[in-house]
């Protein structure tokens, strides 16, 4: 897990995710689920709920195993979605903002891709074993979508996003505030705050390894437990809201996975996601 600025000298070499944009895309979601659900509101149309409905996750906690929840609202996104001008044309401007974020990024990530295959080489896999498939993720998480029950319970209340790791080979993250953190090496008691590092403040983009990418390394690149939090500057959350952008890199689902010492069986990436899944969230 590192940080990486995008500036040099002062100057923007990179592009900074469409905060503004990414916002008005949850709450016109939003709003399409409050004229639904009250009668003095002109209710949606059919093509609005289906649309809405398809793209963004409602505000309702995931549950990690039988206590841990994770409260926020998801908008996946494929290759092929961020390409579509139809989908662009029903959204509107601001999907067309999050499109060129994510074309503008591209060498970025392409320069993220090359350094992985020359450690790919060293390893004597494939060039393009690891970064097969992409996941375009935009996250809102925001006070309002938590209830008064579930603050109560054994959820802590300044947990946004519940301990974890992430699946595949690495995750760009953007956000627009702190609250990312991981676990400090050599820590076990994960409910202790001293068992967690904030991300760098300065860090305008992060990367985080994903357990494919460790396993293949054979533990040589950690995949690291980690957690979102209440953000601690406040700056950018009025009304206590983060806003983030993750860009998940990943083998394809029939991608054989080979642990370079060879201490583990090869595994089928799709098998290998559905065990951690399982250790995640329980048997489905």
């Known amino acids: 897990c590192f940080g990486i600025s995008l500036q040099d000298n002062g100057s923007q070499v990179a592009p900074l995710p469409p905060w503004d944009s990414v916002r008005n895309i949850f709450d016109a979601a939003s709003r399409v689920r409050s004229r639904g659900l009250d009668s003095t509101l002109e209710p949606p149309s059919r093509s609005e709920r289906r649309l809405w409905r398809g793209l963004i996750s409602p505000p309702r906690a995931e549950h990690r195993g039988h206590q841990r929840e994770d409260w926020k609202q998801t908008l996946d996104l494929t290759s092929e979605a961020l390409q579509s001008d139809r989908l662009a044309r029903r959204v509107g401007a601001d999907f067309r903002q999050v499109q060129n974020f994510f074309q503008n990024a591209a060498d970025l990530v392409g320069l ?9 080489q060293q390893l004597g896999l494939p060039t393009n074993h690891l970064t097969m498939h992409r996941m375009h993720r935009l996250l809102d998480y925001d006070d309002a979508l ?103 890199v990943e083998p394809s689902k029939d991608t054989l996975l080979q642990c ?25």
């Open 260 to 284: 370079s010492d060879s201490r583990s069986e090869p595994i089928k990436y799709s098998d290998f996601k559905k065990s951690l899944r399982s250790q995640a969230y329980g048997s489905e």
């Open 112 to 120: 993220l891709e090359a350094h992985l295959q020359q450690r790919q």
């Open 146 to 248: 938590r209830t008064p029950t579930n603050t109560a319970s054994s959820y802590s209340k300044e947990e946004w996003c519940q301990p974890h790791f992430d699946y595949g080979s690495f995750t760009l993250i953007w956000a627009d505030s702190t609250g990312l953190q991981v676990q400090a090496p050599g820590s076990y008691r994960i409910e202790s705050e001293e068992a967690w590092l904030p991300a760098p403040p300065d860090a305008d983009l992060m990367v985080i390894v994903g357990k494919a990418l460790s396993f293949v390394s054979s533990g040589e690149l950690s995949a690291p437990l980690h957690r979102v939090v209440l953000p601690s500057d406040g700056r950018h959350c009025a009304g206590r809201r983060r806003s983030s952008i993750a860009l998940f």
